[in-house]
């Protein structure tokens, strides 16, 4: 799964040779806030895509999935603390308590933390399936807070946040059927 | 009103050889003294994104006005660019505005003015002496660089129209094309681009209208051939590309207060004080460097143009 390490090469790579344009610190904020976007819905395909298609083999890559795109959102945070805005805590608290569009940023990786806690075998026992799945549907309101962060942020064009939307919306569609399927069991 | 002092700063003028003597200093570890007798020679254009490209444009004087800071290097200034018209990433100017026609281009002066009249961009590269001025500039996004544009004060062109008593505000349109500018097949904001001054902020020493950067003519996506540059405002304010500028009574609805009323104001001053509603003024990120630093009120430029200002409520302002 080194695949999912591949954007942190290309910034790694741009950043060295000059790639990340005139302001870097605001391309790379900006590119690990994408890509948390795109992994977290990758996260989303392996269940639809065993109810609807039969194919199995993802479901490995779910835990991995889900527990990268955390990374990922950690580190865009943990970035823009860090060099963004470089520890300035006056700032930095009234910007998560004051700007809608940090705010629910801010309330996904919330949304994330638990997720990624109880990740784990001993977790998913300790909790039972029934509690484990229930929690972790918390996944959508991330992925809904996470594309508003993203549409609150864009000053004009709302294009690639609806894009977004638009992949979750299917993704959560797209799990319909197997609810179904599962409620008449 | 603040008076002008042309010998303010003036006399500090950083020298075109300044930002030269770093290429000649990087051609002679190239290519040794052949390259250097060839760096005595105008650069030609497309010579490596690194440089200064263009036509050269002849500069009567010198203006250093960014408290002798060093001007962001040229790469920077025309690959990092808003000028929705081509496109919303700030990369895309630079990628899609190269086609841009701008010869023949005319500008329409217009509205409460005795001599309302079209005016060719050959006849207003020598209404004036052009003059090079070293400006911060400010971006209402919070980043900043240190711009040597090359101009004249848009006094001289508004003098000649002789705007009328009823003249308060200058309105500036932005060319209206689609076939050249693609961003404006999408309607993400009402085409074309409208700005707007006060007749005195037009009318202030300081209001450039631009047609140079870096001693060459103005690149398409800084907003070529012709704009407006108020460096105590975010850079929203100044018009590229312009073809109309019209002279009215009324303060006129300018695009992005059109937009976003509540984030973006008429006036659009520097103001550390008033925060963009998703992130604080108060600083800056200028090109380049790491750490943020202040944003000054008016962007530095309080002395020269806070008295246009005087009796109105600071918050208002922008
Ligand atoms: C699951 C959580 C999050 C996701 C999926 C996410 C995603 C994104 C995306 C897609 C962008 C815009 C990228 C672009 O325009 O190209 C962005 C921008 C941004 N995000 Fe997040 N974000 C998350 C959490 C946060 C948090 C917790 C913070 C900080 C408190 C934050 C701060 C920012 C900032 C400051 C920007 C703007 C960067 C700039 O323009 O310089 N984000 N985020």
Redesign the interface.
Known sequence: MAVLLLPVVKIGWDAATGGL???P??AVQNRLGFWTLVILALALVPTPAKDLLGVSWPQRLRRILGVTAFGYALAHFLFYVGVD??F?WQ?IS??LTR????MVGFAALLCLVPLAVTSTDGWLLRLGYRRWKLLHRLVYVAAALAVVHFA??V???P?RPLLFAAVFALLLLARVPGWIRAARR | MARWKPDLRGSEATPEETWLRRRDFLRLGAAGAIGAAASALPLPAGAGEDDPSGEVLPVARKLEMAGGEKPTPWKSVTTYNNFYEFGTDKADPAKRASGLRVRPWTLAVEGEVKKARAIGIEEILKMAPLEERIYRFRCVEAWSMVVPWVGFPLSELLKRVEPTSRAKYVVFETLLDKAQMPGQASRILEWPYTEGLRIDEAMNPLTLLAVGLYGRVLPPQNGAPLRVITPWKYGFKGAKSIVRMRLVEEQPRTTWALMAPTEYGFYGNVNPAVDHPRWSQAKERRLGEFFRRDTLPFNGYAAEVAGLYAGLDPRKLY
């Open positions: 344009g005139a302001n610190i605001e805005k470089f300035d700032t009234r910007d700007r809608p569009f940090l609150w942020r000053k004009a064009d294009t």
